[in-house]
């Protein structure tokens, strides 16, 4: 059974910081790519962040540049999303996602973590 679990959402003031956690199972998560997605009510779905399968290499949406830092640890099955300086424009649902690095190319998506920033 194929999981993705995120945590570490919640309400922060602006300027503050998270981290969010994306636990994965169930697949050899080593061999995936796990990228970093959210989506604001009335919004497209965007992409925040991805990180290759070994860690190696590392790309940011243009809005979070700077702010937000993509790690993993696979040795715990585990992403990470590090937000620092978060803005209201922030606010939105955080999907992990993870995807094969090999054909076929299996995606499989987390059910999200809502992070507000609000004052």
């Known amino acids: 059974q194929v999981q993705l679990v995120e945590s570490g959402g919640g309400l922060v003031q602006p300027g503050g910081s998270l981290r969010l956690s994306c636990a994965a199972s169930?697949?050899?998560?080593?061999?995936?790519?796990m990228s970093w997605y959210r989506q604001a009510p009335g919004k497209e779905r965007e992409l925040v962040a991805v990180i290759s399968s070994a860690g190696g290499i590392t790309n940011y949406g243009g809005s979070v540049k700077g702010r937000f830092t993509i790690t993993r640890d696979n040795a715990k099955n585990t992403a990470y999303l590090q937000m620092n300086n978060l803005t209201p424009e922030d606010t939105a649902v955080y999907y992990c996602?993870?995807?094969?690095?090999?054909?076929?190319?299996?995606?499989?998506w987390g059910q999200g973590t809502q992070v507000t920033v609000s004052s």
């Open positions: 169930g697949f050899t998560f080593s061999t995936y790519a």
């Open positions: 996602k993870a995807e094969r690095e090999s054909l076929p190319r299996l995606i499989w």
